[in-house]
């Protein structure tokens, strides 16, 4: 695709990256994203039949790369709790244009074998959850009973299957989990682990968000800073959502993603597909567009490739840098719910 035929927004931001959510459940209950009080026993996660097929989001996917997306990455909800998730990986990797496939997972559900045939099925990068070492942290924060040695263990396994990258993202809540921060910058520097702090953000609506728990990502690098001296480090490419540092001693580097002190929609070339099939334009949105109706309505692939292109030449999302701005904080103007990170993915 030559410069001229990219599909841009009205803000002049490219499609570069599609986040495709495979199922809105979860074998954890994090707090910040699906608290038990509201993601429990009677609530209704959608019916196998609601979700887009595996063959649905390869021909989706097809459709996007045509206008410039070379970037995915699975989620959920967990991903790997998507049956045979494998198979959709291997049909994604054969899609012209598709150039690097990840995932964000919680890694309960990694072994050994797992790993293998994750990285074999063409998946080329992980970005694992991992918010405490400290053993209660980690409970009270995913308030479920996986032992925190199985997480470890399913890191461990992944960095030795071949991945071409391993993050770890640690949402940080100030009370919470904080204490953490210096113990996982000591458990992973060194071990080729990409550890990413995420400030607390506002997504959804049943988090409980509160500024006062945001640890800004100055305060985060600060407390870093305290033990190992870290260099800035130039970003990779254009639109790259976490700022880097790099130990001065030559022991890797980390990143810090901060969404609510340091905006960075200027840049955002991300679209999200829910597990239902409809396309948000913004983590925050409060609505997306239905593709799964146009799929399954035998639309053809190019009616269905001139309402992407509709959907997003008319994008003007920007949430982060507006957030303060609207009048109603935690909320998208004129909006009173988000959609919900779980549904979504991140
Ligand atoms: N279940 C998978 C996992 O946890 O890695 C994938 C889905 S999860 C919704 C994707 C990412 O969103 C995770 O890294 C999680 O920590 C992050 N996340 C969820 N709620 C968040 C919040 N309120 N603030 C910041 N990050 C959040
Ligand atoms: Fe599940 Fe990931 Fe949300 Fe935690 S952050 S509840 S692991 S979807
Ligand atoms: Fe992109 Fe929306 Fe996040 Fe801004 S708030 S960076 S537009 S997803």
Redesign the pocket.
């Known amino acids: 695709m030559s410069e001229s035929d990219r599909l841009t927004d009205s803000l002049n931001r490219p499609l570069h990256d599609l986040r495709v959510s495979v199922t809105d459940r979860c074998n954890f209950r994090c707090t910040y994203c699906m608290p038990r009080d509201v993601f429990g026993k009677g609530y209704k996660f959608l019916r196998q039949n609601q979700l887009l097929s595996f063959e649905e989001i390869a021909r989706l996917v097809r459709l996007f790369a045509q206008f410039g997306v070379s970037k995915l990455r699975l989620t959920g909800g967990e991903p790997l709790l998507r049956k045979d998730i494998e198979s959709l990986i291997s049909m994604l990797a054969d899609i012209a244009g598709i150039d690097d496939i990840a995932m964000t997972t919680n890694a309960s559900l990694i072994t050994k074998d797992r790993a293998r045939t994750l990285r074999d099925a063409g998946l080329q990068r992980l970005n694992i959850s991992l918010d405490a070492l400290d053993n209660d942290i980690y409970h009270q924060m995913n308030d479920v009973n996986i032992p925190l040695k199985k997480v470890l263990d399913g890191i461990e396994f992944a960095n030795n299957a071949g991945f071409s990258s391993i993050k770890v993202n640690m949402v940080v809540q100030k009370g919470v989990n904080d204490q953490d921060i210096l113990p996982m910058v000591r458990y992973f520097r060194g071990t080729g682990v990409i550890l990413r702090f995420i400030e607390f953000m506002d997504v959804g609506n049943h988090n409980q968000w509160n500024l006062d728990q945001v640890l800004t990502a100055r305060e985060i690098l600060e407390v870093i800073q305290a033990e190992f001296p870290v260099e800035t480090k130039q970003a990779s490419y254009p639109g790259e959502v976490a700022k880097k540092w790099e130990f001065s001693d030559g022991a890797g580097e980390i990143g810090i993603i901060s969404?609510i002190s340091q905006?960075?929609?200027g840049d955002?070339s991300?679209a999200r597909l829910s597990a239902i099939g409809e396309l948000f334009t913004?983590?925050?949105a409060s609505s997306g567009f239905d593709l799964r109706n146009l799929v399954r309505a035998d639309q053809t692939d190019e009616e269905i490739a001139q309402k992407l292109m509709q959907i997003w030449s008319a994008r003007s999302?920007?949430?982060?840098?507006v957030r303060f701005s609207s009048e109603n904080i935690g909320r998208p103007p004129g909006t009173s719910q988000k959609v919900e990170m779980s549904y979504i993915g991140g």
């Open positions: 969404s905006p960075f929609c955002c991300r913004c983590l925050f999302d920007r949430y982060s840098e």
